[in-house]
């Protein structure tokens, strides 16, 4: 099994920067492959925002490109996402997620609020 805890949510002003932390742990950590921040905002449905493989690889969804940048401390099994420039359009329930050959592991979420 893997617990994902996030943490580094709130409510910000666009334009206005926020770093989400995620820290796993569990007796799986040592199987994840890819790391990752989805989002979910009222009414749509949950989107991949940015992923990392265990090798330092990463992908972005277009909307975050040049703005968010994910990390990754596989030593620390831990994953960061760093969010600049924040529009109101990024405001959502973002959730930590990570990735084994068999499984998919979920975070409880935090809030992100982005006012204009």
């Known amino acids: 099994q893997v617990q994902l805890v996030e943490s580094g949510g709130g409510l910000v002003q666009a334009g206005e920067s926020l770093r989400l932390s995620c820290a796993a742990s569990?007796?799986?950590?040592?199987?994840?492959?890819?790391m990752a921040w989805y989002r979910q905002a009222p009414g749509k449905q949950r989107e991949l925002v940015a992923g990392?493989?265990?090798?330092?690889?990463?992908n972005y969804a277009d909307s975050v490109k040049g703005r968010f940048t994910i990390t990754r401390d596989n030593a620390k099994n831990t994953v960061c996402l760093q969010m600049n420039s924040l529009k109101p359009e990024d405001t959502a329930v973002y959730y930590c997620?990570?990735?084994?050959?068999?499984?998919?592991?979920w975070g409880q979420g935090t809030q992100v609020t982005v006012s204009s």
């Open positions: 990392i493989t265990t090798g330092g690889i990463t």
């Open positions: 569990g007796r799986n950590i040592f199987n994840i492959n890819i």
């Open positions: 997620n990570a990735a084994t050959l068999v499984f998919n592991y």
